[in-house]
């Protein structure tokens, strides 16, 4: 399967701050991307879906302005979390896909924790 | 809305045993991925099928459409079998979406 990387693995930040969290498809052209967020021991969710060029589509109860997604390129997506609080604090995954998002490779995850 | 439904949420097993782990879906659906999670997160996916039966190794995923039932056999389990397994159905039309299952913590034992 493609390869997507994401970066950092891990990330403490001081509430207040912004972070961003990049993801990668190594061998692939990834028109589709998708961010996930993970509650501990809770299912995967679905944040938004981007197309590359375009603007990101945010599911409901996602808020656009504190997480915003950029899809510049074909193979680099960001999720930037700005004025982070502690309950920002999860495990956000991406996924990339070729146009539609029928097959997803997955990202390893990054860890934020918000002190 | 499209819901999954993952059995057992916990599974303990010794070395050796075969493993299956159940997964049913509400609506139809393009296909069904299995996914694996280890400690520290890092998602690995398995198989998306959407008819019949797939095999890669000790692991096998099986699909039923007209029952919405899918299943995840491991044979043979080994400790580092252990994970969370994850299904996850595809749906929708133009743009595809996810519906995660909670997950099926499998432990196996030497």
């Known amino acids: 399967g493609a390869v997507v990387s994401q970066h950092p693995s891990r990330v403490i930040c001081k509430s207040g701050t912004s972070v961003k969290i990049e993801c990668r498809s190594l061998?692939?052209?990834?028109?589709?991307m998708f961010w996930y967020r993970q509650f501990p021991k809770k299912s995967l969710m679905l944040m938004a879906t981007?197309?590359?060029?375009?603007?990101?589509?945010?599911e409901q109860g996602v808020e656009k302005d504190k997480f915003l997604i950029n899809h510049a390129s074909l193979t680099l997506s960001t999720l930037t979390v700005t004025s982070a609080h502690p309950e920002d604090s999860s495990f956000y995954i991406c996924?990339?896909?070729?146009?539609?998002?029928?097959?997803?490779?997955f990202g390893p995850g990054t860890r934020l924790t918000v002190t | 809305k499209n819901e999954v439904e993952q059995s057992p949420q916990n599974l303990t097993a010794q070395e050796g045993e075969f493993i299956t782990i159940n997964c049913s879906y509400s609506?139809?659906?393009?296909?069904l991925h299995w996914l694996q999670q280890h400690p520290g997160g890092g998602i690995v996916s398995l198989f998306m099928l959407s008819s019949g039966k797939k095999k890669h190794g000790r692991l096998i995923a099986t699909i039923n459409i007209q029952e919405k039932h899918s299943s995840l056999h491991i044979t043979a389990s080994h400790p580092r079998d252990s994970a969370v397994y994850i299904c996850a159905s595809l749906w929708g039309g133009s743009n595809y979406k996810l519906t995660f299952g909670k997950g099926t913590l499998l432990t196996v034992n030497p």
């Open positions: 981007s197309n590359e060029g375009s603007k990101a589509t945010y």
């Open positions: 609506v139809g659906i393009s296909a």
């Open positions: 996924s990339a896909a070729g146009p539609g998002g029928y097959e997803q490779y």
């Open positions: 061998d692939f052209q990834a028109t589709t």
